[in-house]
């Protein structure tokens, strides 16, 4: 008769559990990989971004950039009411118009912004370098839809992982990423900075943003004494171009864009 192979069970059991752990192992050592590949991507075309947009910026005289004209969009919010297309609010509650068309210029091979805030944006960059500040960099500009809808099913994946139910793994993952059509990234206005995190608060870049962004035509659009009302946790990477005009308004009365908007339709 042919012998029957007794499975030792408790050993079987150390098997699979060594099998768990390499599985995880390898997971987290691609994750490091990934997690590395991204910021030398981001370090390397920082300073192309710069260089790129150089010849550019040097030619733009800061006084006529602020005398361009612009042009209104006609958004229903409260009430129809027409607003420059540089304040039109995006967020969970407010998607973009479906017809919307967002004229996109380059800032480098990797990056693209709204052609009619471009010029600021670049000019901005300009004289943070010329503040000193080098460690700085574009880290994410303007989104398709459908890469926001991929960031934001990979972050209700992540939620899920940790126990989350999928509705509570939506509400989390909206703190943090806008579905698309209602992301700022989506608009082409709004920039993340460096990595993405908040230590980015502690640098030389981000004080000299607080000071200064405003007469570039940038906000904070995130601020952490804003939460209850832009529905968004504290971002210090993530600001958006509103228009000189405005972001000096917004800054000295201390409006979120949600409260200022409240304040042009009354």
């Known amino acids: ?35 590395n590949k991204q910021q030398k991507l981001a370090s390397s075309t920082q300073t192309n971004m710069l260089e790129e947009n150089q ?16 042009d209104k969009i006609t958004v229903v919010l409260k009430k129809e009411v027409e607003l420059d297309w540089n304040l039109l609010l ?44 080098s460690n700085v960099w574009i880290q994410s500009a303007y989104r398709t839809p459908e890469d926001q809808q991929t960031l934001f099913e990979e972050q209700v994946q992540s939620y899920k992982s940790q126990g989350y139910s999928e509705k509570k793994a939506k509400e989390l993952t909206e703190k943090m990423i806008n579905k698309p059509w209602h992301s700022e990234h989506n608009l082409g206005l709004a920039i993340d900075f460096n990595y993405v995190n908040r230590e980015f608060e502690n640098t030389a870049a981000f004080q000299w943003l607080q000071e200064n962004a405003q007469d570039y035509g940038f906000i904070l659009r995130y601020a952490e004494e804003k939460e209850d009302i832009t529905k968004v946790s504290y971002e210090p990477w993530h600001w958006r171009y509103v228009g000189a005009e405005h972001a000096k308004k917004m800054k000295k009365q201390n409006l979120c864009l949600e409260e200022y908007i409240e304040q042009v339709i009354k």
């Open 90 to 133: 995006v967020n969970t509650n407010n998607k973009m118009p479906d017809d919307y068309l967002i004229p996109l210029d380059s800032l480098d091979q990797y990056r693209s912004f709204d052609k009619r805030a471009i010029a600021y944006l670049t000019q901005m960059l300009k004289a943070i370098r010329h503040a000193g500040i």
């Open 1 to 35: 008769m042919p012998k029957i192979q007794i499975i030792d069970k408790a050993k079987f059991i150390r098997r699979t559990i060594l099998v768990i752990l390499i599985i995880i192992l390898i997971v987290f050592i691609q994750k490091i990989i990934w997690s």
């Open 55 to 70: 010849n550019d910026i040097d030619s733009i005289d800061k006084n006529e950039l602020q005398n361009k004209s612009v």
